[in-house]
């Protein structure tokens, strides 16, 4: 499976623990040195599109707010199998760069 790039920026981002839909915008921002901007709309829908997916979980909190507030939040974490999508969509990437650097250098020594 080829990720989206900003598929592939979210689970990177989730490699790193759960976290909700702001925190995640937040670690691809600081990933990409703020070259990859995931607006609320785009973070929200692909993560429905991973959990269809099966690449990410949605786990339903109500921590970290007093008492009688039902607030509900929604963290995200990268599944088994989102963890092997990921590991295989960075092999597949280093597979191409190799490759681009091979024709690069082969195109210099004529």
């Not at 790039?5 to 703020?34: M, N, P």
């Not at 092997?84 to 681009?100: H, K, S």
Request: aromatic letters at 8%.
């Amino acid at each position: 499976m080829t990720l989206k790039q900003h598929w592939f920026h979210i689970l990177l981002a989730l490699a790193r623990g759960g976290a909700l839909g702001a925190e995640i915008r937040r670690r691809v921002r600081e990933d990409t040195k703020g070259t990859v901007k995931l607006y609320p709309a785009m973070l929200y829908g692909s993560l429905e599109d991973l959990q269809e997916q099966g690449l990410v979980q949605e786990i339903d909190e109500q921590a970290g707010r007093p008492s009688g507030e039902n607030v509900r939040y929604r963290y995200y974490r990268l599944t088994r199998t989102g963890r092997r999508v990921l590991l295989q969509e960075i092999g597949r990437l280093e597979q191409m760069a190799q490759f681009a650097r091979e024709r690069i250098e082969a195109g210099q020594t004529k």
